[in-house]
């Protein structure tokens, strides 16, 4: 057998890739390279939770409710408007009782003319002067409890609210303020005097420092 000469019996033919030089590796030199990979690490900061909202105990703490939302509702309507003592303000004050005085005139003689015609009485009778000046005395005494008691009640009036008109007072001025009407429009000097007063009140203002207010309805 003959054999090439050019090649000896202790020489091994050593075959290499046909990319080996060609400008690109094969994927088996990254997998035996030495180097390693280290994947990106991401920062997470870990943020402590806020405190508990502590709620008072006992009855510091009251959950809302309808009834409180309603009457902060109700509170919103009126406001203060910027007060301006003059005859308009003194004319509303005038109207307003004129218009309390008129209504409850009429609710109570209504309520008596009913009964009367209910238990079949003769008129002629009560149209006489005495009985006519006790019933006008009754009327102006009913006329003053009723006005009183809404004050006091609403710290306004049916009249002093159709003319946006309010009491800012505590229950013991409004009704010393009622009670010194009395002698106040007995005499009538307390009601002219409040044509020469400044702010325009009566007598019966000035003796518990309370008047009527304007507000304005929203």
Known sequence: MSTNPSLSS???ISFSPMHKGLGFHHFTDTLNSNK???PPVTKVSLRQPPPPVQRPSGDAYKKPSLNMALKETQAAPSIEKQQVYGFLYLTKRM????FDTALNF???LGAFLLVLLQINIDFNPLLT???MAVTFLFLCVFNWILITSQEIAF?????KKMFSLTLKGDVTQIFLRSFYFL???GFLLGIFWSLFDRKKRCLHDIFVD???QEVAEI
Not at 95 to 98: D, N, T
């Open 10 to 12: 202790n020489e091994k």
């Open 36 to 38: 390693t990979i280290n």
């Open 95 to 98: 109207f307003a009782f004129l």
């Open 106 to 108: 009429s609710l109570c």
């Open 129 to 131: 002067l005495d009985v």
């Open 155 to 159: 710290h306004t009036s049916i009249g």
């Open 183 to 185: 002698i106040s429009f």
């Open 210 to 212: 309370l008047q009527p």
